[in-house]
C-alpha cells in the first residue's frame, strides 16, 4: 500500500476565517518561577506551556508578577510604553517612506515591540545581541540614536555604515548590538562563540541570540544549539515564534510537530515559553533568563509566542496569503494595548495621556526623520563615498583593491 | 508564440514539465501557495497539487539535499534557492553530493536535478540579494551552469535542464526578469513585452545546454557575457559604435569554447564582462581557455570588466555595477590599442 | 563576577579505570511495546531509558520479545549468529590486510555488528539505506557478495566502483545500500528526500537514515529532523551511539547533555532507545519501526546504544585517548557473546558448534580475499583504468572531458 | 634553529602564540587532548590547559561561527577544519559573515580569526581527503588565503596568519607535512630534516603575508606554483633541465602580482600549475592577471597543469595527481614553442 505524507497548511488562508484553535494557552499567572539552576528536563512543562502575567481585565497576576517586582514598578513600565510607541511610529513612518520612495526597503516589527524593549531593559553594558532585522526595538529601547537610525533608511551621511548595507542591516557595538547579516541563522552560533569569549576572557557579560520562527530550520540554528549544550556558555537563545516566515506559516519550520521550546528541551538546554505580547511576562522571563546565565548555570533557550502583524517587509504582501483580519484574531492581543490597559487599570495612565503620548512622540520622531531627508533620500540621493566600497574590505586595502579603486576613478 | 516576462517565461517551463512528466516536482521557500517571491511558481501548486508544488523549511541544505534524495529515487526535483546568496549553506550538498552521485556510485545513482536561483544585483538589494556565485559552479565537475538572458532561452534552458540527467545550476539574472536593463540605471526600463525575445513559444520546446548564441555579430572584438550583462555591453556597442561581436555564453559549464574561439580568431581581441566580483570569477577561466586557444590571433590583452573585489554595497550599487561606461571604455582601450 | 563555561571531559583517559557510571540502563523487560500511531510526546520515556530483550543469562524477557514473535526464532537468529560471524571475520582479515600495505584504509565495526545485522532482515527489496562507513554489515547481512566487498578493498577489477571511492565507502544500489559519502551527515537528510519520493512515487518502501553520535552535530542533521518532522515521510532515522567520535567522546557532540533519542522527542519525532549490543531487541525494534513507518505513522528515531571496540581506522590509535581496557568494562557486553549465551542456553548452539561456525566462516571469508588478492592488491596493483577518471562525471562526456582526457593520453 | 617537519613548524607557531597573547584560543575537532588527527597541535592542551585547547562538535559551521563570534568580541581563534574537504559546511560562515563582518559593520566589528586545514591529495585520501579549495576562497573579497610550502615558512606564516586583523584560510599542503614530495610517488621518500628549508627558528618571527617568494631563478620560463607543486616544479625543471624560475607563491590572496610580472616579463613565457580541478580554478585567476600585465612580453600561452575536472579518485591517484612528467611536458612545449 502505499505510504501516506505530510504537507502542512495554515489553519486559513485569504478569504478563510483566522483559525488559531491550535492553540490552547494557560490562565496568566499559571506557572511558577523555576529555580535558576533547573534541569532541562523539569523546563519541560514550562516549554509546552506559556508564561503570562497580564490577564484580560490588565491585572498582572501570578509567581512571574511578583517576582519581576520592583522592575516592573510603574515608571519602568510607561517608559517601555514609550519605547513602544515609538518603535511603532517608526514603523508608521518608514512604511510611508518606503512608498514615497524615500528607501528601498523596510521591514516592520509591529505587534512584536514587547519584545525586544522589554528584553533590552534587562541588559547591561557590555552585553551583546545577535539580532535578526525584525529586533530593531532592541536599538529603540537601547536608546540608540535615531538621528543613526534615519540615517541608515536614508543612506545618507549620517548612516554609520556609510551606504554599504540594506537600511534595515543594523550595526551598532556601543549599544550591544551586532551586525546584522541577511543570511539567516548564521548569528545564532556566532552568538554561543561570542558568549564564551565574555567568558573566557573573565568578563560577566552575556549574549542574547536572536531567530525567527523560519529560520530555526536554518542549519546553524543547530550548530548554536548543540554548541550551546556542550560548553553552557552565558546565552540567551531566543525564538521569536511570530507564526509567520514570509509566506510560510511556522508548520512548515516544524513548529506543529512540536513547540519550538520543547526542541530546545530535547537538546538538554533548560526552555521555557513566553507570552511575548506581554510586556510584564517579557520583562519577568527575560530577568529570570539573565540572572541564570549570569551566574554561570548556562543557557536557556526562550521560545516568544506573538504574531507578525505587518507583512513580511516593504516588499511583501501579505494578503496573498493570510486572511486579512488574522492580526485581529490572534488570541494574544496587542503588546500595547495590553499595557496601556493594565497602566490606565493602575491609574497610571489614560485615553488621552496615551494619545497625548502619541501625538509628541510622533513629532519627536518626525522631527528627527525630517532633519535626515534633508541630508538625503532615495528621491534625492546625496553622495557617498563610492570609495567606501573599498574601504574596511581589510583593515588595510590590498594593491590589487588600490588599483581597482584607481580604475573606479573614485 | 506569446509575450513573456522572464518570470512567465521560467514559470511556463515548469508548467509544461509538470504537465509532461510525473516525477518532476518544485519545492524551495515560499514557492508553493504563494508561488514564490519572484512570483515564477505562482499558480503552480493550484493546478497540480500541494505533493508537486510545495514549501520547504528554510534552510537550503534540506532543499538540496532532499532533492538529491528524490533523485536519486528516480524523481526529478526542480528547486528553488529564494536568492543565490542563500545557496551557500547548500553549498556542501550541491558540490560534494549531487555533482558527485554518479561518479562515486560508477553510475548506479544520478541526480537529475535543477536548482534555479535568482542571481546578480541592480535592484538595491545590498550584499545579500545581489551576488553572482557562477564562478563558485563553475569550479565543480560534475555540475552544469547555466543562466539565460531573456525570456526565450530561459523557458527552453530550463525544460532542458530540467530534462538533463545530472545536476544544473540554474541562475536567472533577476535584474531582467521583467525586461532587459542596459546598465543605465537612471533610464526608463522596458519590458519584455515590447523586445522580440520576450517573444516565446507557447508550448514545449528545448534550447540545448552547451551552446552560446552569437548575440550581435561584429568584426572589431569579441565581448564574452551572459545574463545581465548581455544588454550591458549592447549599450556599450550602441555608445561607443564599436562594432563588437557580442557572444552569450548561456551555459558556462560546460563551455563552447568552439564559439568563442571562432569568434576570438576573427576579431583578434576580446573583452570579458561579468558582475561578479573580479579575483577567480568566471572571467578569469575564460581569460585563461582564450588566450591558450587563441593566442597567436590575439592582438591586445584580454580585458575584464567586473564587479569590483568588495560585497556588493547599497547605496553605491551604480558605482559597484559594470555598466555600459566602463565596459565601452574597455572596448574603446581594446580597440584602440 | 567572571562566568564560567564547560568543557566537558570524558570519565577516564589512558592510564585510567574505564568508568560508565554516568549511564544507569533499566533491566531488560522494563519497557511495553509502544502502539504504532503513538505521539513523540508518549515516547519520551523510551527516549530516555532502554529498550533490552536479553537480560544477564541469556534470557530473552518482556514485551518485545513477546512482540518479535517468529521473526526472532532459531532460525533467524542462528543466521544472524553466523552473519555477526562472517563480519567479524571479515574486520579481522581486513585489519591485517591494511597492515600488510594490500589495502589503504579500512575501517572496522567490531562491537557494532547486531545493529546492521539485525535491522537488516526487516527490510523489503526496495528500501534503501543510507549508511555511514561503520555500516558494512548492512551489507554482509544483506547477501551482498564478497567478491564484491573485497574487490573494493583491494581495488582491483573486482571493485564495482571502479577505483573511484575509498575501500570503505561502498555503494550497492540494488541491496538497497546508497553510496557513502565520506562527509559526515549529508546523507541524513537525502535519506528524508528519498522516502518522499517513494511515498510520492506511490512505493511502499521506506529509507533508513544512519548517522554516529558525533555526526549529530553536523548540520545536515538538523535538516534531516526539521524535514522529517514537517512532511513526515517513511524514513528510520538511525543514531548509531557508539560512545566516540575519533578522539571525542559523545559529551562533545551534546550526548551528556540529553540523550540523541531525547533531542528526537524534542523536534516532535517519536524517539526509542536500544540496547545496540542486544541482537533481539535490535530485531524487534526494527520490526515495531518498520512497520510504524511502512504504515504512514510518519518518521521514528532509533538511538542505538553500543561501543566502538575498535580504533576509529586504521589510521587511528585509540589507545592514545581512551583507556585501553574501556571496551570490556562496557556494561552492555558483547553483541556476539550475547547471542551466542542466549543460542546456548536454548539448547541450539553449543561452544564447540561455534567454534566451528567461525573456523568456517572465517574459512569462507578467506577462500573470497585470496581470490581477490590474486587480482591485485595495494602491494601488487593490477591496472585499473585511467581513464574511468573521467567517466561518470556526466552522463555523456563533455568536450573539455574529453580534451583533458585525450591530454592525459589515456 | 631546529629540524622541524611541517607539522612541528606548525605546532610551534601555535604554541608561541598560545603563549604570547592570551586571547589566542585553538579549537577543532580532536585538536584537544589527542592534538589532532595529524598531530597538529599535540601536546598543546597539556600545556595550556582545556580553556585554551579544546574538542569541538563535529560541525565545521559552527566551528568557525564560534570563532566569529569569539574573533569579534576581541579573540584570536585559531581554528582548524580536519581536512579541507569538510570545510564546505562552514562556507556560509566563512564567506558571507567571516569575511564581510569588518566591512559591512564599518569597522565596528573585525574578524581575525585563522582557520587551518590540510589541502591537496597524494595520500590516497579519495574523493574527501584530497581536494585543493583554494579557489573558492580566492574568489572571495575579504579574506586572505595561504598556503605554505615549507616549515620554516609554515611557522612564519602561520604566526602571521594569527596575527592578521583579517580572515585568514590557511591552507597545508598535507602531503608535505613530513617532507618535501616531487610527485614520484615511487621514489623513495625523505623528510624535512635532511631538507635546508626544514631547518626553523625555534623562536617567534613572522613571514611577511603576500609576497611571494622566488623559490629558484631562471631565465627560460617561470612557474607559478604553491604548496606541493613546488617541489614538484622543481623536480620537473631538474629533469627537463630547463632553467626555469619557479616562484612559489605563498599567499594567493592578497597576491603579489609585482614579483610574478618581474619574472615573466623576463622569462616571456608561463607555466601555471596546481592540484585543485582546472577549471576556474586559480590557475585561471593567475593567467589573467598575467596576460594582461605581460601580453606584450609573453612570446608563448600560459599554459596550465592541473588536476582534472573529476573528483579526486583513488585508484588511479597518481594518474589524476599532475606530477612531474606532465610538468615537464608544458615546460618543453612552452620552451619550446
Ligand atoms: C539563508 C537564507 N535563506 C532565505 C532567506 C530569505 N528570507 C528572508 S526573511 C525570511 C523569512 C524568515 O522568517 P522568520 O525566521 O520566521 O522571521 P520573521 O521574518 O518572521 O521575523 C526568508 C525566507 C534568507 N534571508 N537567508
Ligand atoms: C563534515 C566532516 N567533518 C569531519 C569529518 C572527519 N571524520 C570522519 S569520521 C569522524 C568521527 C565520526 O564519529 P561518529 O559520527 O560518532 O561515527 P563513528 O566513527 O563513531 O562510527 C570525523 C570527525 C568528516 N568525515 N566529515
Ligand atoms: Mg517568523
Ligand atoms: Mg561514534
Not at chain 1, 543594523?170 to 562563540?193: E, R
Not at chain 1, 522571563?285 to 541564570?292: F, L, V
Request: aromatic fraction near 10%; proline fraction near 6%; glycine fraction near 10%.
Amino acid at each position: 500500500m502505499p505510504i501516506k505524507i505530510n504537507f502542512p497548511t495554515p489553519s486559513a488562508r485569504p478569504g478563510e476565517t483566522p483559525d488559531f484553535s491550535r492553540y490552547d494557552f494557560p490562565e496568566p499567572g499559571a506557572l511558577p518561577v523555576p529555580p535558576l539552576d533547573i534541569t532541562a528536563e523539569d523546563t519541560l512543562e514550562y516549554a509546552n506551556s506559556l508564561i503570562r502575567v497580564l490577564d484580560d481585565d490588565g491585572n498582572a497576576v501570578g509567581p512571574w508578577a511578583d517576582y519581576l517586582g520592583e522592575e516592573g514598578n510603574d515608571d519602568v513600565l510607561l517608559e517601555g510604553l514609550r519605547d513602544m510607541l515609538k518603535m511603532r511610529a517608526i514603523d508608521a513612518r518608514m512604511l510611508n517612506a518606503q512608498r514615497q520612495g524615500k528607501t528601498t526597503f523596510y521591514l516592520q516589527c509591529t505587534g512584536e515591540e514587547a519584545i525586544g524593549c522589554a528584553f533590552q531593559r534587562q541588559l547591561n553594558k557590555g552585553d551583546m545581541n545577535f539580532p535578526t532585522y525584525r529586533q530593531q526595538s532592541l536599538l529603540v529601547a537601547g536608546g540608540y540614536p535615531l538621528k543613526d537610525l534615519f540615517g541608515q533608511y536614508y543612506q545618507n551621511e549620517n548612516d554609520p555604515l556609510g551606504g554599504r548595507q540594506l537600511p534595515t542591516l543594523h550595526s551598532a557595538k556601543d549599544y550591544g548590538f551586532f551586525t546584522i547579516s541577511g543570511n539567516l541563522g548564521t548569528q545564532y552560533v556566532q552568538a554561543v562563540g561570542w558568549a564564551m569569549a565574555a567568558a573566557l576572557t573573565g568578563t560577566d557579560n552575556i549574549a542574547a541570540a536572536w531567530i525567527g520562527d523560519g529560520a530555526t530550520a536554518a542549519s546553524d540554528y543547530h550548530s548554536a544549539m548543540v554548541t550551546a549544550a556542550v560548553y553552557k556558555p552565558p546565552v540567551i537563545l531566543n525564538v521569536v515564534n511570530n507564526q509567520w516566515a514570509i509566506s510560510s506559516f511556522n508548520g512548515i519550520a516544524g513548529g506543529t510537530a512540536a513547540t519550538f521550546a520543547n526542541r530546545g528541551v530535547g537538546y538538554g538546554i533548560p526552555s521555557i515559553r513566553v507570552d511575548g505580547n506581554d510586556f510584564l511576562a517579557v520583562l519577568a522571563a527575560t530577568k529570570w533568563a539573565t540572572e541564570r546565565t549570569r551566574n554561570s548555570h548556562g543557557p536557556v533557550v526562550i521560545e516568544w509566542v506573538t504574531y507578525r502583524v505587518a507583512a513580511h517587509s516593504t516588499s511583501d504582501d501579505a494578503s496573498a496569503y493570510r486572511p486579512k483580519d488574522e492580526a485581529d484574531a490572534w488570541p494574544l492581543g496587542d503588546p500595547v494595548e495590553r499595557l496601556k490597559q493594565y497602566l490606565i487599570q493602575r491609574g497610571k495612565w489614560s485615553e488621552d495621556r496615551h494619545k497625548q503620548g502619541e501625538a509628541e512622540i510622533m513629532d519627536e520622531v518626525i522631527a528627527v526623520q525630517k532633519e535626515s531627508e534633508a541630508l538625503g533620500t532615495f528621491i534625492n540621493p546625496q553622495y557617498l563615498s563610492p570609495s567606501a566600497i573599498f574601504e574596511g574590505v581589510y583593515e588595510e586595502m590590498p594593491e590589487h583593491l588600490k588599483r581597482q579603486r584607481q580604475e573606479m576613478g573614485a | 508564440m506569446a509575450k513573456m516576462t522572464m518570470i512567465e517565461a521560467v514559470r511556463s517551463a515548469m508548467d509544461i514539465m509538470l504537465e509532461k512528466d510525473p516525477k518532476v516536482i518544485i519545492m524551495g521557500e515560499d514557492v508553493g501557495y504563494f508561488g514564490g517571491v519572484f512570483r515564477c511558481t505562482a499558480g503552480l501548486q493550484e493546478k497540480y497539487g500541494i505533493e508537486r508544488v510545495f514549501d520547504t523549511p528554510i534552510n537550503e541544505s534540506a532543499i538540496v539535499g532532499m532533492g538529491v534524495g528524490m533523485a536519486t529515487q528516480g524523481m526529478r526535483p526542480c528547486v528553488e534557492v529564494q536568492f543565490a546568496d542563500y545557496m551557500f549553506p547548500a553549498y556542501d550538498q550541491i558540490t560534494q553530493e549531487a555533482a558527485r552521485i554518479r561518479h562515486r556510485s560508477a553510475g548506479q545513482f544520478s541526480c537529475p536535478m535543477t536548482i534555479r536561483m535568482p542571481t546578480g544585483g541592480g535592484i538595491f538589494g545590498g550584499q545579500t540579494h545581489s551576488q553572482s556565485p557562477e564562478a563558485l559552479f563553475t569550479h565543480v565537475a560534475g555540475l552544469k551552469v547555466v543562466q539565460p538572458s531573456s525570456p526565450v532561452d530561459a523557458k527552453g534552458l530550463l525544460i532542458a535542464s530540467i530534462e538533463d540527467p545530472d545536476p544544473v545550476i540554474f541562475l536567472e539574472p533577476k535584474r531582467i526578469y521583467n525586461g532587459p536593463f542596459d546598465g543605465h540605471h537612471d533610464a526608463k526600463s522596458v519590458g519584455w513585452a515590447t523586445h522580440p525575445l520576450g517573444e516565446v513559444p507557447e508550448g514545449y520546446y528545448k534550447t540545448e545546454l552547451g551552446k552560446a548564441n552569437v548575440f550581435r555579430e561584429g568584426e572589431a572584438v569579441t565581448i564574452l557575457a551572459y545574463g545581465t550583462m548581455v544588454y550591458v555591453a549592447e549599450a556599450a556597442v550602441k555608445e561607443t559604435g564599436i562594432d563588437a561581436e557580442i557572444i552569450d555564453l548561456r551555459t558556462l559549464l560546460p563551455l563552447d569554447l568552439e564559439t568563442i574561439v571562432e569568434s576570438v580568431k576573427k576579431t583578434r581581441k576580446c573583452v570579458v564582462i561579468h558582475e561578479g566580483t573580479r579575483t577567480s570569477g568566471f572571467g578569469a577561466e575564460l581569460i585563461a581557455e582564450v588566450q591558450e586557444a587563441c593566442f597567436y590571433h590575439l592582438e591586445t590583452p584580454i580585458v575584464r570588466v567586473t564587479g569590483w573585489d568588495a560585497p556588493y554595497p547599497h547605496a553605491q550599487e551604480w558605482d559597484y555595477f559594470p555598466g555600459p561606461k566602463r565596459v565601452g571604455r574597455a572596448l574603446v582601450e581594446t580597440v584602440e590599442a
